[in-house]
């Protein structure tokens, strides 16, 4: 990969660098087994912040182009399959959203369930400073879903299931825009994400203590505030526009 590349448009940063990537890995610039540069040497190499850099990479762990290999970095898969067209980044309706947001309880509950009964203890530490950064930036929607981002990714590698790994990335990727502005639209309205923050620090709290059930519960939770916020978003809209205003047609 070259060492400097031309700054990207600051509009939607994390899908812009993962078309990159991808472009590179499908033109064989990037071989299969190659181990890409660290997450701040991207974020320099493309001029952005090292948050829109783990997005990036979250959503084309999600897509099995590339793989994280704990302590050792992140690498372009050695063989890659066709990338299901359930997971093509077409606009939503809110129809689609809410069969998203269902999935999503049911897998990240069960991952979040996993997780307390095979995370290591190494792991458990890493997802309590993750919140710790949460709450740092619990006014700063932005920052925020970076570190949010950077959780769940942790949360579902701990659960050490590669193919529910790949299946929630590709739920969060699909659901991204909205999850922006439910975000956004929750610091507007409440003053900050300081009740996210807690929603998580009780997953985690519930996986720290090994009780599946309890995260599972925790998830879950965290998943319905999620639900009520960004399903709100669409109760004044047309059911074939999203809450940008883009037609799903």
């Known amino acids: ?10 509009a939607n940063l994390p899908s812009s660098i993962a078309d990159r990537i991808r472009r590179q890995i499908g033109s064989g610039q990037l071989k299969p087994g190659e181990q890409l540069p660290g997450h701040r040497e991207l974020a320099t190499m493309f001029s952005v912040s090292v948050g829109s850099v783990r997005e990036a990479i979250s959503m084309l762990v999600s897509e099995g182009l590339i793989a994280t290999r704990a302590g050792h970095g992140t690498f372009v898969v050695e063989t890659t399959e066709q ?64 570190a949010d981002v950077e959780l769940h990714q942790l949360l579902a590698e701990a659960a050490n299931n590669r193919y529910l790994l790949k299946a929630m990335g590709g739920i969060r990727s699909m659901l991204r825009r909205d999850l922006e502005l439910g975000a956004e639209l929750s610091i507007r309205r409440v003053g ?22 309890a995260a599972r519960e925790a998830m879950i939770n965290v998943i319905g505030h999620n639900r009520e916020t960004v399903l709100g978003m669409y109760a004044h809209v047309p059911m074939n526009v999203t809450p940008d205003g883009v037609s799903s047609e």
Do not use: C, N, Y
């Open 83 to 146: 990338i299901p067209t359930v997971w093509s980044a077409s606009p939503l309706d809110r129809d689609k959203v809410e069969e998203l947001i269902d999935a999503r309880e049911v897998l990240e509950g069960a991952l979040a369930a996993l997780a307390a009964e095979r995370a290591t203890a190494a792991q458990i530490d890493q997802l309590r400073s993750i919140v710790d950064r949460m709450q740092e930036a619990h006014g700063d929607a932005a920052t925020f879903l970076a």
């Open 192 to 213: 900050d994400l300081q009740f996210a923050v807690d929603e998580h620090r009780q997953v985690i709290e519930a996986i720290a203590a090994r009780d599946p059930g």
């Open 1 to 10: 990969m070259p060492r400097s590349l031309e700054p990207l448009k600051r």
